[in-house]
């Protein structure tokens, strides 16, 4: 089928017809969202945790929070992911501005943490 033929088998528009946009669904923003919450609990949970244990002489098993601190960090990471996905297909950009937030807010306040800790 040649691009002559093709073109003539399709009707075309009428000046009236406007095609419709393509609606996005909030489907990967509320994902995004969603693995930001979890991440970041689990993330801010084991560095709380685990910084409590390391100063605890009786405790032990401190790299359970090790391991959970980077499981965090990487559900984070695929939340983040998510986000610029639907920030680039320009779909929910307030929920996926969202997502990003909240994905970057625990990463940040750790680094916080850390630095007071340190000083």
């Keep these: 089928m040649s691009a002559a033929e093709s073109s003539a088998s399709s009707p075309p528009l009428a000046s009236s017809e406007v095609p419709e946009k393509k609606r996005h669904s909030p489907r990967n923003s509320l994902i995004?969202?969603?693995?930001?919450?979890?991440?970041?609990?689990?993330?801010?949970?084991?560095?709380?945790?685990?910084l409590a244990n390391k100063f605890d002489?009786?405790?032990q098993?401190?790299?359970v929070y090790l391991a959970l601190f980077f499981v965090g960090l990487g559900i984070l990471?695929?939340?983040?992911?998510?986000?610029?996905?639907?920030?680039?297909r320009r779909?929910?950009?307030?929920?996926?501005?969202?997502?990003?937030?909240l994905s970057m807010l625990p990463a940040v306040m750790v680094l916080v943490i850390a630095a007071l800790l340190f000083l």
């Excluded at 779909?91 to 937030?101: E, G, R, T, Y």
């Design 57 to 59: 002489t009786t405790a």
């Design 91 to 101: 779909a929910q950009l307030f929920l996926s501005v969202l997502a990003i937030v």
């Design 32 to 50: 995004a969202i969603a693995l930001a919450l979890v991440g970041g609990t689990a993330l801010g949970w084991s560095f709380l945790a685990g």
């Design 77 to 88: 990471l695929v939340g983040i992911v998510f986000a610029l996905y639907g920030i680039i």
């Design 61 to 63: 098993h401190s790299s």
